[in-house]
């Protein structure tokens, strides 16, 4: 699997790593499925494979081809001819061009099967009995609702819930991501994946699913193939190809006669030549080669779709609901400005800020040294005599964290940060209260809050332990608030231009809320949501027509992402929010939800694109196989032999050749996708109709006249 | 003035009056369809035949009613022609004869107009206006109807498939529609001299002295039917280019408006009822591209004149008027076999290789540059439906055309559309070109026999009804084979359309939005012209490479 760039440590909340990605899928944009041409030649036996009538049949435009190739091939056997061994040849060789094309891709899936299959099977489960002893037994055989103990070191055997414990994991085995992450029994962080690693403590997990269904079997199967059906629009256009193909077959029928009547009856291999030149067989070869590979490439992104259908729909959704927290502004509250007292100074302030921080490892506590480091020249690492100091950590009771530093002279020098009320009321115990400064920095922290930010307050007592000559001073206050994501807006403003919505879901009040929107330019805002509003916003955009996405990951989220149409449920989430999702991001980052869409529009794109190109095709074999079909009745046909190919033998063979070519030619196009620019539907029409129309009309007309100039020096061709 | 100003000047006016009377006409028609309440003469039609007129339908029972009506209306135009020497004021003609009696019902019932008899000589006074006058309107009015049913289709949100009343609109098209219009181009015609006349002919003395009948019938009534409802059966066999439905080059120029005025008007309505104008505009551009494109070749091709014949008489003028010339005869072909009228001024089998060619290849385009009445449009919004999804996923969501997505069961509707007219040509002439007999039924031989047989195919498949006229056709085989035709190429679109209609009324209708393929664009108009022109290209090229192309290059 892939791999991502390394980090340290992954807190369950997600670190500014986001920024990063946010700029890594901008740069990166969809596609990018590396195609090895080794692939080909180790998929050639299954290609070969498929050549059974059952397999073709399922696929009407190939199952002509086969039945023209048996048909040309009979006839060769029956009068031998140079001409008809080689249209013979290269028919099977169409024939096992497109079966390539699909065996390219399943294999691309089946590496990644093979993976994770063994992390399977050789899993060990340590099952509780009832009395609390402990047996061994293979992870195939268990059961629902079985409890088995996990200790560091060992793989979790199956997908299951933690009923006790916190613990550690490595989840790279289905993530691909090396970071470790923190599970715990209780709350939304409690689900655990069967072959994932323990890397610390100990935990009791309760099965959740039978054997055979588990998350890493579904997995299988979906990176396989195995369970692949044919999408809705997938369906929709088997039908219209397949209706070509009827009407190329009764034209070619029918021509016969018409051709009897001119006096220029034709040989059955330049008939079925004619067939399979004309019916769509680049875009029947590939068809479902480019579903395979819009699978494929959101397993490469780490995100496991349960359907195609569910792909599909990402290209049609027109309205994402994005959780503020985590996919909008980064995933916790940031320190952004200083409100000293009046005469305090701000780099007294920052000072104090500073100090109370330095040992605070939480995201708030590192983002107050970031910022003194940033606007005041300070320090972001504790010197050390710094690390000296007693760190004082934040409790429920207190509200407070901070620092009491010995000085020199033996004074002890306490610094709190936390709550305003808590520090304002921790300050007046120690000492005389000073009511101005308190009503300054409650006022302070009114305005904060009424931005949509927190206040947090922040004071120092200075002294030797007792009550009389202790100095204490109101420092100020420390603005917290949401920083939004940078290079977020234009992402939006890409969406917009791509006709899709933004909708911000919080559960901030709206005041604050619509300063988040317009700083990240989001359209839309749903302020204190709760669960029952989400689905309700999501039937309400339902109702219009509009096809929802959104992600989630509590319990909570649950009903709405079954409602939507595209649902992502975080990997980290609880195992409800993933039952009811139609994907499953491994990387827990909702950020992707936007790359999900462009995904299933790549997909669209790319049927639509070489559909055209297939069918602007014909023009070109026409010009090449009718002059060469009826030149002997009417020489004037020969004004249509535009391309000059030397020999009617020479012009049919070439059309066919470069049908068969055509097709590997396009195996890495259809596996990666076309390329994908959130642009207009106007610009884009006109881009791919200019590209696959314009050069699907004009490409077979060099091809095949390059084939001519090699196929007129085989003896009995040219 | 010379032939080509002229021809030019008639071209401009042509233009200028269609674009004068597009919107309040379509407006009108809109609100035809649209309105709620009942003309008093309808209610007296709806209490007679027991029609709930307010009753909505689903595609269903739309279809079964079309149909219905449409086998009723074959049947009593048998029965009339069977038993028109019963019937009385039947000039002495007697019953028509069975085969042409089969084919001459189902030919003016799918508003065809196939006429594999000479009328002077077969049809009374009686069946010409109570039968073949008759299905000239309903047969017209069934086409605009289900054209309306389908723009509900797309217009309805959620309506569980209900798209109106055929019978209303039936009977709306009729007494709202093509009476009235009829009524006024009647006038303007009798005015301008064409005959109207109960007898059966007028004796007279020739110039050499000796007597013959010239023949008579009601023709002005007729006449301004059989352009308006893109009929074109003549009461005459010479058709239009005879004296007496088409006297001179002012009545040719009113049946050409005539015949062109509703099919174009109704991208108006069609615009008007979907809400947005650009839509209808954007599809009236498709017509007036390919039909203009049209009309450049094939008058290029008889103005200059081939052959040892033409070139000495200075203009191909073999078949054509000389009261018309070539620009008012090519200006005809051009509108009568663009729209499914196949009235004619000229005999198309006389045209030169390429010209003749164009007449075929605008019936191969499956008549809608403009087509017939209704016809033309349900004919191009199935086109730009699979335009649609085609190009759809190209802009990468799933297509949806006016807001509504298309999906399998749409597109196996518009699939069958389109490729039932392929499908019946080709078979058919396929078919006809095998038998031995039709060797003896062609009235030239190589490759212009071939281009006779496919015209006659594509006439009757595309319900048009005008003929290469070399090609025999009284034979059983082709009385039976092109009645064949005729009926698969009206009633199996009419059911598939209808279907879809239902299938886009059960959905609700979404507003487009930025990501959605404008459909109201020129951008657009050049896909269904390039849809247009593929389909027909790549579905019949083989069989032009064996007869127009094959003659037009020695």
């Known amino acids: 699997m892939t791999v991502r760039h390394p980090e340290t440590m992954r807190p369950v909340d997600r670190p500014p790593r986001e920024a990063q990605e946010v700029h890594a899928e901008r740069s990166g944009r969809v596609g990018a499925g590396a195609f090895r041409p080794a692939q080909l030649l180790e998929s050639l036996p299954e290609a070969l494979r498929k050549l059974d009538p059952r397999v073709q049949i399922r696929n009407p435009v190939m199952f002509v081809v086969w039945v023209g190739s048996v048909v040309v091939t009979v006839s060769a056997v029956v009068s031998p001819s140079v001409f008809a061994w080689l249209i013979a040849v290269w028919l099977w060789f169409t024939v096992v061009f497109a079966n390539l094309a699909e065996a390219v891709a399943e294999g691309r899936g089946r590496a990644q099967a093979d993976a994770l299959r063994r992390t399977r099977t050789d899993t060990v489960a340590r099952r509780l009995r009832p009395g609390g002893t402990v047996e061994e037994v293979p992870a195939t055989a268990l059961r629902l609702d079985d409890r088995v103990v996990v200790e560091a070191g060992q793989t979790i055997p199956g997908d299951g819930e933690i009923v006790d414990g916190i613990a550690t994991v490595d989840e790279s085995a289905i993530t691909g991501e090396s970071a470790p992450v923190v599970r715990e029994s209780g709350g939304d962080f409690s689900s655990v994946t069967g072959g994932t690693t323990v890397l610390s403590d100990r935990i009791v997990v309760r099965i959740t699913t039978r054997p055979g269904e588990s998350f890493v079997d579904r997995m299988i199967a979906l990176v396989e193939g195995a369970q692949r059906q044919k999408t809705p629009n997938e369906i929709a256009l088997t039908i219209l190809l397949a209706a070509l193909t009827i009407v190329f077959l009764l034209a070619v029928v029918t021509l016969q006669p018409m051709a009897g009547y001119s006096g220029a009856q034709q040989s059955l291999v330049v008939l079925v030549a004619l067939l399979v030149c004309l019916i769509p067989t680049t875009i029947g070869a590939l068809l479902s080669a480019i579903g395979i590979a819009g699978m494929d490439r959101l397993v490469q992104r780490n995100v496991l779709a349960t359907s195609g259908r569910a792909v599909e729909a990402a290209g049609d959704v027109s309205t994402l609901l994005l959780d503020k927290t985590g996919t909008i502004t980064y995933g916790n509250r ?51 005599e710094e690390a000296r100091a007693e760190f004082v950590p934040f409790s429920a009771t207190t509200r407070m964290s901070g620092v009491d530093v010995t000085g020199p002279d033996g004074s002890v020098e306490s610094i709190r940060k936390g709550a305003v009320a808590s520090v304002l009321d921790w300050l007046d115990a120690c000492g005389s209260g000073d009511d101005r400064a308190r009503a300054h920095i409650e006022a302070v922290a009114q305005e904060i809050s009424s931005r949509g930010g927190t206040p947090l307050a922040c004071g120092h007592v200075n002294g030797f332990g007792r009550q009389d000559d202790q100095f204490h001073s109101h420092g100020g206050a420390i603005e917290l608030s949401d920083v939004v994501k940078p290079g977020i807006a234009a992402r939006f403003a890409e969406l917009r231009t791509m006709g899709i919505r933004t909708v911000m879901i919080t559960g901030d009040n709206p005041v604050t809320a619509r300063a988040i929107a317009a700083e990240s330019g989001v359209d839309d805002v749903l302020a204190e949501a709760t669960p029952e509003d989400k689905l309700a916003l999501i039937r309400q955009e339902q109702s219009g027509g509009r096809l929802v996405a959104m992600t989630g990951d509590g319990t909570n989220d649950a009903p709405a992402l079954a409602q939507a149409d595209v649902g992502v449920a975080m990997n980290s989430g609880t195992t409800a929010a993933k039952e009811a999702g139609n994907m499953v991001d491994l990387d827990s980052d909702p950020t992707k939800l936007i790359g999900v869409v462009e995904i299933g529009k790549q997909m669209l794109v790319t049927r639509g694109a070489l559909t055209t190109f297939s069918v602007a095709n014909d023009l070109a074999k026409y010009f090449a196989i009718l002059p060469a079909m009826f030149l002997v009745i009417f020489p004037q046909l020969a ?47 006109r881009r791919n109709l200019l590209v696959y129309g314009l050069g699907g009309v004009v490409v077979p007309f060099v091809g095949i006249y390059l084939i001519d100039l090699v196929v007129r020096f085989i003896p009995g061709i040219g | ?141 069934v086409g605009m109807a289900v054209a309306v049913a389908l723009i509900r289709g797309f217009v309805r949100s959620r309506s569980g498939g209900r798209i109106g009343n055929a019978w209303v609109d039936v009977v709306r098209g009729c007494t709202r529609i093509l009476l009235p219009l009829a009524a006024v181009v009647a006038i303007v015609l009798l005015a301008l001299g064409v005959v109207m006349s109960l007898h059966a002919g007028a004796d007279v003395v020739g110039v050499d002295g000796r007597a013959s009948t010239i023949a008579l019938a009601p023709a002005a009534s007729q006449e301004a039917i059989k352009e308006l409802g893109t009929n074109g059966g003549g009461v005459f066999n010479a058709n239009s280019a005879h004296p007496f439905e088409n006297p001179d080059a002012v009545t040719n120029w009113i049946e050409i408006f005539a015949l062109l005025v509703i099919p174009v008007s109704l991208t108006r309505t069609f615009g008007r009822m979907v809400g947005n104008q650009r839509q209808g505009v954007a599809l009236l551009g498709v017509m007036a591209t390919l039909w203009g494109a049209m009309l450049a070749i094939i008058w290029t091709a008889e103005a200059h ?91 990468g969501r799933t297509p949806e055309y006016l807001g509504k997505k298309l999906g399998r069961r749409e597109v196996t509707c518009a699939v069958v559309v389109v490729l039932a007219m392929p499908a019946v040509v080709l078979l058919g002439t396929g078919l006809a070109i095998a038998l031995p007999s039709t060797g003896g039924a062609l009235g030239n031989s190589g490759p212009h026999g071939l281009s006779e047989v496919l015209y006659a195919f594509a006439s009757a498949a595309n319900n048009n009804g005008s003929a290469f006229a070399g090609l025999t056709v009284t034979g059983p085989f082709f009385q039976t084979a092109l009645g064949v035709a005729m009926l698969i190429g009206r009633f199996l679109p009419i059911v598939a359309v209808l279907a879809l209609a239902g299938l886009l009324a059960r959905q609700p209708r979404v ?34 490479a064996l007869s127009p192309i094959a003659e037009g290059l020695s």
């Open chain 2, 511 to 544: 507003e487009p939005g930025a990501g959605t393929l404008a459909t109201d664009k020129p951008l657009f108009s050049v896909l269904v012209v390039g849809t247009i022109v593929l389909v027909a290209a790549i579905t019949f090229l083989p069989a032009l």
């Open chain 1, 639 to 685: 004004a249509l032999n535009v391309m000059h190919l030397a020999t009617p033998e020479s012009a049919i063979l070439s059309a066919v050749i470069f049908n068969a070519l055509i097709i590997v030619a396009l195996i890495p196009l259809a596996l990666r996708g076309v390329r994908f620019r959130p642009m207009g539907s106007d610009a884009m029409l």
């Open chain 2, 1 to 141: 003035m010379g032939d080509t100003a002229a021809g030019l000047l008639q071209l401009v006016a042509l233009l200028l009056a269609l674009a004068a009377v597009w919107r309040p006409l379509g407006d009108w028609m809109a609100r035809v369809y649209t309105s709620p309440t009942h003309g008093r003469g309808e209610r007296v039609i709806y209490r007679l035949t027991g029609i709930d007129p307010d009753s909505d339908q689903r595609a269903g029972t739309y279809a079964v009613s079309i149909l219905a009506f449409s086998l009723l209306g074959i049947v009593v135009l048998y029965l009339v022609q069977r038993l028109q020497g019963v019937l009385g004021f039947d000039q002495g003609h007697g019953a028509v004869d069975p085969g042409v009696a089969f084919n001459t019902a189902i030919s003016f019932v799918t508003n065809t107009n196939w006429q594999s008899y000479v009328p002077e000589t077969t049809m009374g006074a009686v069946t010409q206006m109570i039968g073949l006058t008759v299905q000239n309107f309903v047969s017209a009015a």
């Open chain 2, 305 to 395: 004149a081939t052959g040892p014949a033409a070139v000495a008489a200075g203009a191909n003028l073999e078949g054509k008027e000389v009261r018309f010339g070539i620009p008012s005869s090519a200006l005809f072909a051009n509108s009568t076999t663009s729209t499914s009228t196949g009235a004619v001024n000229s005999l198309h089998d006389s045209y030169s290789a390429f010209g003749g060619g164009g007449t075929l290849l605008n019936m191969l385009f499956s008549e809608m540059t403009p087509g017939g009445v209704g016809t033309g449009l349900y004919s191009i919004l199935v086109v730009a439906v699979v335009a649609v999804f085609l190009a759809g996923l190209m802009v």
């Open chain 1, 334 to 384: 940031r320190a952004t400005a200083l409100h000293a007292l009046p005469g305090v100074g701000e780099a007294e302030l920052a000072r104090l800020a500073r100090l109370s921080s330095l040992a605070d490892s939480t995201p708030e506590g590192r983002s107050i040294v970031e910022l003194c480091a940033s606007g005041f020249g300070l320090a972001p690492e504790a010197s050390a």
